[in-house]
């Protein structure tokens, strides 16, 4: 299966923003985007027109990569929106929010997404006391995700947490860091997600 395997700041870099892929990395000033605010390249500090695709396909790329998804899940995300009664756009942003490995790291649990999903598929959490190895599974208001007892020692757990203290934690989480158990207050409103991110954008771009 196609994954990216090259520098991640490159993405961020590309984007034009903060995509947090590298975890503490991006708080500090040795981010790509502090050093080299400009896409990489050799044509990278070139001035570039955008025609309105090429603006509807860099934000479907911005959220894509932003939660880590290949081409093919960001597809069947976008198809189970656009048939789920609401606003299309504000509905995909919600399943990205509900998906377990984003909701591990918008608890605290992991530094980044990707570590996130590892850890996910290593088996290192529970959700409402069941075990659940998959990243893609969607959580709702009331479950509770905590980590298993022989993972409570998990180095990269323990400093997710440690960083997460800095980071914060959304309003609609509740997290109980010496029990290492989160909960899921409530589903966010589109208001509450801050990512600078136009989803009608990528609607616009899927609806061709």
């Not at 880590?68 to 299309?88: V, W």
């Not at 709702?140 to 934690?169: C, N, W, Y």
Request: hydrophobic content about 35%; aromatic content about 8%; charged content about 35%.
């Amino acid at each position: 299966m196609a994954r990216y395997r090259a520098s991640v700041c490159r993405l961020c870099r590309r984007e034009g923003l903060k995509l947090f892929l590298k975890g503490e990395r991006c708080y500090t000033d040795k981010c790509a985007i502090e050093r080299r605010n400009y896409p990489p390249g050799e044509h990278g500090q070139g001035r570039v027109k955008f025609s309105e695709y090429s603006l509807q396909l860099r934000e479907k790329q911005k959220l894509k990569r932003m939660y880590r998804l290949l081409e093919g899940q960001f597809r069947r995300l976008f198809e189970r929106a656009d048939r789920t009664k609401g606003i299309t756009g504000e509905t995909l942003m919600l399943l990205l929010e509900r998906r377990l490995d984003n909701m591990i790291y918008r608890l605290g649990f992991a530094n980044s997404r990707a570590e996130a999903r590892q850890l996910v598929r290593h088996g290192h959490f529970l959700v409402n006391d069941r075990k659940i190895d998959i990243p893609s599974a969607l959580v709702k208001p009331g479950d509770v995700v905590t980590v298993r007892e022989r993972s409570h020692k998990v180095v990269r757990i323990q400093e997710a947490l440690e960083l997460s203290q800095r980071r914060g934690v959304p309003e609609w989480l509740e997290v109980d860091r010496p029990n290492f158990t989160g909960r899921i207050r409530a589903l966010p409103a589109r208001a509450d997600l801050t990512m600078p991110i136009n989803e009608k954008l990528v609607v616009e771009l899927y609806s061709k």
